[in-house]
């Protein structure tokens, strides 16, 4: 079944699925169900099965899921059976901290490249990757072949950084930077931005 054809917000989920059947394999499980997947999850049993029920059978009714069999498809739906080169482009506290993130390289991202315009970073390593300024952003990206940016730089330098990356053919943009920003059709965007999520809790604060 054709990606567009399945509603993003079951696409959102299959990390989810991913993750806990992940942590269930290094607790030693080898099947589990529906049921306590969804209790490890808070999402009903029913969602789970119908959200799967998109790709294909992948367990039997009173035998549950083979827990490698399922993260392996899982792994294949998402497309991190292989791994995804990265570029981060703003190396300010978020940048330092995305290109010293131990957490990519097991599950799909490895961060090959690092940009920003300050003239006191350029050249400084992190991590033994060299800082790179960003006005040479586009030809190493695009000679790299890379796919995947993680954007971290100042609100008034968001969108154009972003046309930057577009040009460079980056397909995929993870934004740091509080603001909403514009892209070309064939191009996703998702936004992580601490202060939403608190403002949504507090609403539920007195």
């Known amino acids: 079944?054709?990606?567009?054809?399945?509603?993003?917000?079951?696409?959102?989920?299959?990390?989810?699925?991913?993750?806990?059947?992940?942590?269930?394999?290094?607790?030693?499980?080898?099947?589990?169900?529906?049921?306590?997947?969804?209790?490890?999850?808070?999402?009903?049993?029913?969602?789970?099965?119908?959200?799967?029920?998109?790709?294909?059978?992948?367990?039997?009714?009173?035998?549950?899921?083979?827990?490698?069999?399922?993260?392996?498809?899982?792994?294949?739906?998402?497309?991190?059976?292989?791994?995804?080169?990265?570029?981060?482009?703003?190396?300010?506290?978020v940048g330092h901290a995305l290109a010293r993130y131990q957490g990519f390289a097991n599950r799909g991202f490895r961060i090959v490249l690092l940009f920003d315009n300050s003239p006191a970073k350029v050249g400084k390593l992190v991590d033994n990757f060299i800082i790179q300024d960003l006005s040479s952003m586009v030809a190493q990206i695009r000679g790299a072949g890379v796919q995947i940016a993680m954007l971290s730089v100042p609100v008034d330098q968001a969108q154009v950084v972003t046309n930057q990356l577009v040009e460079a053919g980056v397909k995929s943009i993870l934004n740091y930077a509080p603001i909403n920003i514009t892209v070309p059709s064939g191009v996703r965007v998702q936004y992580i931005d601490p202060v939403l999520h608190l403002q949504r809790m507090t609403y539920y604060l007195e």
Do not use: C
């Not at 969602?47 to 992948?58: A, C, M, T």
């Not at 039997?60 to 498809?73: A, E, H, P, R, S």
């Open 1 to 93: 079944m054709e990606d567009k054809m399945v509603p993003n917000i079951v696409v959102g989920r299959l990390p989810l699925y991913l993750r806990t059947l992940q942590l269930m394999n290094q607790e030693g499980r080898r099947v589990t169900s529906s049921q306590e997947l969804g209790e490890r999850l808070g999402i009903s049993a029913a969602q789970i099965r119908k959200d799967l029920s998109q790709f294909g059978e992948f367990g039997k009714q009173g035998t549950g899921y083979n827990i490698d069999f399922l993260t392996d498809k899982l792994r294949h739906i998402l497309h991190v059976f292989k791994v995804w080169d990265v570029a981060v482009v703003g190396i300010g506290d």
